[in-house]
Nanobody, 128 residues
Framework: QVQLVESGGGLVQAGGSLRLSCAASGRTFSDYDLGWFRQAPGKEREFVAAIMRSGVNIYYAYYADSVKGRFAISRDNAKNTVSLQMNSLKPEDTAVYYC??????????????????WGQGTQVTVSS
C-alpha cells in the first residue's frame, strides 16, 4: 500500500519553471512504477510522465509528446519521493497535477487504469 501527497504547485509566468514533488508512505516504494498525470477543467486526466522500474536500481523515464524536452521526472527511493521538474512552462500546462503509483506488473505506463494509487493533486497555473 502506498499513500501519495503532492506539493510544489503554484502560479508561474509562461516560460518559467516549477518543480513538483510527491511524497510517498508505505512499503517497498522502490518496487513501484511512478507517474504524473494532469487534468485541466473540462478535460480528461492525461498522462504526463512516468518512471518505470526495469530492474534492481534501474529505471527509465517516459514522457507525453506535449511535454517532452521540457519536463523531467525523477525519483529518490531513499526519500520515498518522485519529482517533476517543469521548464519552459506554457499556459496550456495549466492543470491539477497528480502523482500515481503502480506495481510493475505490465509495461503500460500511460493509462490511468494501470495505476493503483493516486495523490490528491496540486494546482499549477501558468499565466501568459
Amino acid at each position: 500500500q502506498v499513500q501519495l501527497v503532492e506539493s510544489g504547485g503554484g502560479l508561474v509566468q509562461a516560460g518559467g519553471s516549477l518543480r513538483l514533488s510527491c511524497a510517498a508512505s508505505g512499503r517497498t516504494f522502490s518496487d513501484y512504477d511512478l507517474g504524473w498525470f494532469r487534468q485541466a477543467p473540462g478535460k480528461e486526466r492525461e498522462f504526463v510522465a512516468a518512471i518505470m522500474r526495469s530492474g534492481v536500481n534501474i529505471y527509465y523515464a517516459y514522457y507525453a509528446d506535449s511535454v517532452k524536452g521540457r519536463f523531467a521526472i525523477s525519483r529518490d527511493n531513499a526519500k520515498n519521493t518522485v519529482s517533476l521538474q517543469m521548464n519552459s512552462l506554457k499556459p496550456e500546462d495549466t492543470a491539477v497535477y497528480y502523482c500515481a503509483a503502480k506495481l510493475h506488473i505490465y509495461s503500460t505506463y500511460a493509462l490511468r487504469s494501470a495505476y493503483d494509487y493516486w495523490g490528491q493533486g496540486t494546482q499549477v497555473t501558468v499565466s501568459s
